[in-house]
């Protein structure tokens, strides 16, 4: 049966808007490893950061986690303007 643990601390993501997004929705495909680009987050957590800020932009993005894990690949796909 579940019960409420006091001692444990609670779990702190970074904001949203702590990660470069302008730079990583570009175009480019990038790959973002848990190490250096979100350290104490789990993959599909990061993942879900890059929709989120892309749907923020409206910006339509892929995504994959490899199979062996500890990244996120990701390519945005801008939106043209037509003239």
Do not use: C
């Not at 680009?37 to 892929?62: E, H, L, N």
């Amino acid at each position: 049966m579940a019960h409420n643990v006091n001692s444990s601390p609670p779990l702190r993501l970074p904001a949203l808007d702590s990660f470069p997004w302008d730079e990583w929705l570009d175009g480019s495909v990038w790959e973002l490893t848990a190490e250096e680009d979100y350290p104490g987050m789990k993959d599909s957590q990061m993942r879900s950061f890059v929709y989120r800020a892309a749907r923020a932009r409206d910006i339509p993005v892929t995504t994959k986690i490899p199979q062996d894990g500890g990244s996120v690949r990701l390519q945005a796909r801008p939106v043209m303007a037509h003239e």
